[in-house]
């Protein structure tokens, strides 16, 4: 079932998600080499519950963190370890949290020092893919409109579309219908109305698509051994236009 979210509600998943963004923020300065991936897991879980919300990845079907820490190779679902980051890496980070019976859910990918030239463009292009399928959400539009923009920006620019991880409505549930995923034809699938809130998270990979997944039963890592990024914004599709809804306290 598709929902359509009252004001109150979108207010609701919005104070989750605004949780959510002032965690990476918050994370930031201290995503740098020589950082244990183990001890930015303790600090977004600490600071989640002192917002009086709860960190919604942690024991979601047995997952065992607050964060999905994911490195170079691996696209996504990355188990926070010992693993100490070094220049050079992309990281991305994804986070959930749950207020008041509502969800946020944010991603962002981080360097590492300096990047080579192409993980630099990888970077880029995948942030900017996101802001191109949000830019589709809108009232009369359809969900394959949003992956045809996403797909057509990423592989315009040499690179490629993860098809087994989609994005996906967001509200009471962490995951909720409908799929949004990351490549498609435009005017196809579900048609978005005002009100709806999904979470878009455009999963890019420098080389080929394929993926599989680690012997840890989550992480999941390119085939091909190249560096993957993962951007994700949760939005609200509003008559004015799509509504971001994962950003920090001060935007």
């Known amino acids: 079932m598709v929902h359509t979210r009252s004001p109150r509600e979108i207010d609701k998943i919005s104070r989750s998600c605004q949780i959510v963004a002032d965690t990476l923020i918050m994370l930031e300065p201290h995503v740098v080499s020589g950082a244990r991936v183990s001890d930015l897991d303790q600090m977004a879980e600490d600071f989640i519950r002192s917002q009086g919300a709860r960190p919604a990845f942690k024991g979601y079907m047995g997952f065992p963190a607050t964060l999905c820490v994911s490195i170079d190779d691996a696209v996504v679902h990355g188990i926070p370890g010992e693993a100490i980051l070094i220049n050079g890496q992309i990281v991305g980070i994804d986070c959930g949290a749950e207020l008041d019976g509502y969800y946020g859910d944010h991603a962002r990918s981080f360097a590492?020092?300096?990047?080579?030239?192409?993980?630099?463009?990888?970077?880029?292009?995948?942030?900017?893919?996101?802001m191109k399928g949000i830019e589709q959400a809108v009232p009369g539009n359809y969900v394959g409109d949003i992956g045809n923009a996403v797909q057509t920006y990423a592989e315009s620019n040499g690179f490629s579309v993860v098809r087994e991880l989609v994005g996906h409505g967001i509200g009471r549930e962490l995951h909720e219908e409908p799929q949004i995923p990351n490549y498609g034809k435009a005017k196809q699938g579900y048609k978005l109305r005002s009100g709806m809130c999904i979470a878009i998270e455009p999963m890019i990979n420098a080389g080929a698509k394929e993926v599989f997944t680690a012997k840890d039963g989550w992480t999941i890592l390119t085939k091909?051994?190249?560096?993957?990024?993962?951007?994700?914004?949760?939005?609200?599709?509003?008559?004015?236009?799509?509504?971001?809804?994962?950003?920090?306290?001060?935007g």
């Open 112 to 130: 590492i020092g300096t990047l080579e030239t192409d993980k630099q463009k990888l970077l880029d292009v995948t942030r900017e893919s996101l």
């Open 224 to 250: 091909d051994g190249q560096a993957s990024a993962h951007f994700e914004h949760t939005i609200a599709i509003t008559n004015n236009g799509p509504k971001i809804l994962s950003v920090g306290t001060h």
